[in-house]
């Protein structure tokens, strides 16, 4: 049976009122994620206005040079805004938080130090990992002991300074030492440990001892052998095989005081701008 044209015509504009309440909606709906998108901007605009006053930071000793760089640009971006760091060891930053330091962020050099201050209620919210490092080896400029390889380390006589086991580096360091018995010799890791003459607090003081002529050798961050520091040691490069990977967590204290600039701080850490910085002193980026 065929249908009349004036029988077809009612669904034709049927079709064509829903093609216009469609596309109502979806005008009303892209208008919609424009304003929240402007909204959003707004607000970043008013939490950014916001970062100013006092910034208290607790970082991973390793992260010195870049942080203090990052500080400065935040500083001249947010006029108001002082940010004052507190650089050590991350096992003795988290302690002084749980005794009651205040801080508004904490950056450790590994997930265990961060975890552990999660369990101490200290920090709170996400803990995300910023960027990465890997190890080397240095030695004084003079390098009486001629050390030329990582295997070197394990000769009899080598007085080799580290930071302790507790020490995100020092943990790292023993670790790389114990992989590189397969390339080193079986008993690589006891002659190692066994010429330990000294154990640090931080990274930056094993650079310290080694750069005084104080040992014969040290482990440390690549990031921590700054054109400063080069003038004064030798680097000995620990192979991909045995070396390790260091990533670092940073997180809002639970007690922070200064919101906004907290926020502001790690959203610029985690810029492309915080990381350029963080890479340009010798530390992974995070897309690397």
């Given at each position: 049976m065929m249908t009349s044209p004036s029988n077809r015509?009612?669904?034709?504009?049927?079709?064509?009122?829903?093609?216009?309440?469609?596309?109502?909606?979806f005008c009303l709906d892209f208008s919609s994620h424009f304003e929240q998108l402007h909204l959003l901007k707004v607000a970043q605009a008013q939490e950014q206005s916001q970062a100013a006053g006092e910034l208290t930071v607790f970082a991973a000793?390793?992260?010195?040079?870049?942080?203090?760089?990052?500080?400065?640009?935040?500083?001249?971006?947010?006029?108001?805004?002082k940010v004052v760091y507190n650089f050590g060891g991350s096992p003795t930053l988290r302690t002084q938080l749980e005794q009651g330091a205040h801080a508004d962020v904490f950056a450790s050099a590994d997930a265990a130090q961060m975890e552990q201050a999660k369990k101490s209620n200290v920090v709170q919210g996400q803990s995300p990992v910023f960027v990465k490092n890997r190890l080397v080896a240095i030695v004084p400029k003079d390098n009486k002991a001629k050390i030329t390889t990582f295997c070197d380390l394990g000769k009899p006589g080598v007085k080799l300074d580290l930071a302790n086991a507790k020490v995100p580096v020092g943990t790292y360091s023993r670790q790389a030492i114990a992989k590189a018995s397969t390339e080193c010799g079986a008993d690589f890791e006891q002659r190692t440990l066994k010429n330990i003459v000294s154990e640090e607090e931080n990274v930056k003081?094993?650079?310290?001892?080694?750069?005084?002529?104080?040992?014969?050798?040290?482990?440390?961050?690549?990031?921590?052998?700054?054109?400063?520091?080069?003038?004064?040691?030798?680097?000995?490069t620990i192979a991909d095989a045995y070396n390790q990977v260091a990533t670092y967590p940073i997180a809002l204290t639970k007690e922070v005081r200064n919101p906004a600039a907290a926020q502001a701080f790690i959203g610029f850490v985690l810029s492309a701008e915080g990381q350029a910085i963080l890479k340009a002193h010798s530390f992974i980026p995070l897309k690397e």
């Open positions: 015509r009612p669904s034709f504009v049927g079709r064509a009122v829903y093609v216009l309440a469609f596309l109502g909606a000793a390793s992260l010195t040079e870049p942080f203090t760089e990052i500080g400065r640009r935040l500083e001249l971006s947010h006029p108001g805004l003081q094993v650079v310290t001892k080694i750069q005084l002529g104080e040992a014969d050798a040290g482990i440390v961050y690549v990031s921590d052998v700054t054109p400063r520091v080069s003038k004064d040691v030798q680097a000995i």
